[in-house]
């Protein structure tokens, strides 16, 4: 459980940042880059441009990290994707404002988001690469749910710690300075997590690997693999941030709920979405990956603009509406859960860090780190209040094609145990 532990911690400081920010973005568009001129509305949009561009740096984090991890191991390059990402995380809450640097500010800013989204592409690819090549027989998919479990964690225990800030220091103060705060809190995060990494020995596999010598790089089949694999999860990236990091900026810019409301909303999704991850990869190592991550899609593709509207009605109690969102948080796991042990499945281990990377960063790179951005300029260029809806469903529904799909020629089936009986995420 150490591989665990160690894998899946990297990822809970990674998702916390990203989780927090995204539930701040109206707090830190006010101290950031609304003063550089325009509405709270653009001053927005720049704070969600600024979160894209850490998302487009993600891949090129992959293949840096995920080429190095895939030469000389698992274990050194995780310890300096966390130090990496706790560094930058920490240095946010300590940044000085527009009104106290100027333009300097944003800039300094987007700098330390850059670094984030260069760490956070090696991130995900190390961390699902480690725990499935320590997984037991039968249990890849369980194992490989963690890192999706702490994907929820992370953005649960972001939007607690802003809703609890909001409501312990009152909007103002926490404009003022309390905002720093969340950002600090990575500081103790990551050094648990460098403490778990520094004291894991490297994977079985990886060791095999390298007293056998590398095979051809087959970088055919890898690219390939790497798009199907971008389809597979997109659905996934696009529904799970519309639903668990946008939607309070969303209620706040777009049916003008407070912020302490905005955020309180939040936690029923995230909920929702931690408790359905595990037993959904649990449940791909006995009948598939596919399966799952195909009925999630579906089903966010037809609910997501009746939930929407449920959202958008004053009639609709707040118990009801907290109901809901926990359901849709839900209907994400089923995708998030087995994601990663399919991911992992779909590529050799000699390239397993870069493809998996690859494939998860490029699509968080479009459809997670663009959503808030797409969302929130389509509304109001719109006004049509359901286009979070349509985002998540029209992805949803794209994702749902590319798992149809079988996996291409060349993808194992076995991965780290040839012995036991693989469940195909093909099947």
């Known amino acids: 459980m150490r591989a665990v532990a160690a894998g899946s911690v990297g990822n809970l400081v990674e998702w916390y940042e990203f989780g927090v920010y995204g539930y701040l973005a109206t707090v830190l568009a006010e101290r950031f880059f609304t003063p550089m001129g325009g509405s709270p509305a653009e001053g927005l949009v720049r704070t969600y441009v600024s979160f894209a561009l850490a998302f ?20 050194p390059v995780l310890i300096g994707v966390v130090a990496l990402m706790t560094a930058a995380t920490t240095l946010i809450g300590v940044l000085p404002t527009y009104a106290t640097a100027g333009a300097l500010a944003p800039w300094l800013l987007t700098f330390l988001r850059v670094l984030q989204g260069l760490s956070a592409g090696g991130e995900f690819g190390g961390a699902v690469a480690l725990m499935t090549e320590f997984a037991p027989p039968g249990r890849r998919g369980l194992y490989g749910a963690w890192q999706s479990f702490t994907v929820a964690l992370g953005l649960l225990g972001g939007a607690g710690v802003a809703a609890a800030t909001a409501t312990v220091l009152g909007e103002a103060q926490l404009v003022g300075w309390g905002w720093r705060l969340p950002f600090l809190l990575a500081l103790p995060l990551g050094l648990v997590a460098l ?94 990956r596919r399966p799952v991550m195909l009925t999630g899609a579906v089903l966010v593709a037809g609910l997501a603009v009746p939930l929407f509207n449920l959202l958008q009605s004053d009639g609709t109690s707040a118990v009801t509406k907290a109901v809901a969102t926990c359901a849709a948080g839900a209907v994400v796991g089923l995708m998030a ?56 469903a029209g992805a949803c529904a794209v994702s749902a094609l590319a798992l149809l799909k079988p996996t291409l020629t060349g993808a194992p089936r076995s991965g780290n145990h040839p012995q036991e009986r693989q469940v195909d995420p093909c099947e």
């Open 56 to 75: 487009f740096f993600r891949p090129l984090g992959a293949a840096l990290f995920g080429r190095l991890g895939d030469r000389i191991g698992r274990r």
């Open 195 to 288: 403490w778990l990494r520094v004291g894991l020995e490297e994977t079985p596999e990886f060791r095999e690997r390298k007293r056998a010598g590398a095979g051809p790089g087959g970088a055919g089949v890898v690219a390939s693999a790497v798009l199907l694999g971008a389809g597979r999860v997109m659905g996934w990236s696009a529904a799970g941030y519309t639903f668990l990091v946008v939607l309070p900026s969303y209620l706040q810019a777009s049916l003008h709920t407070d912020l302490r409301q905005a955020l309180l909303a939040t936690v029923p999704a995230n909920v929702g979405f931690a408790v359905a991850i595990l037993p959904a990869g649990l449940l791909s190592d006995r009948v598939g």
């Open 337 to 392: 859960g087995p994601g990663p042990a399919l991911l992992s499945e779909m590529f050799p281990a000699r390239v397993r860090w870069t493809g998996l990377g690859l494939a998860y960063s490029l699509s968080n790179a479009v459809f997670s780190g663009c959503a808030g951005l797409i969302i929130t300029e389509a509304v109001r260029r719109t006004g049509d209040v359901d286009v979070p809806a349509y985002y998540a």
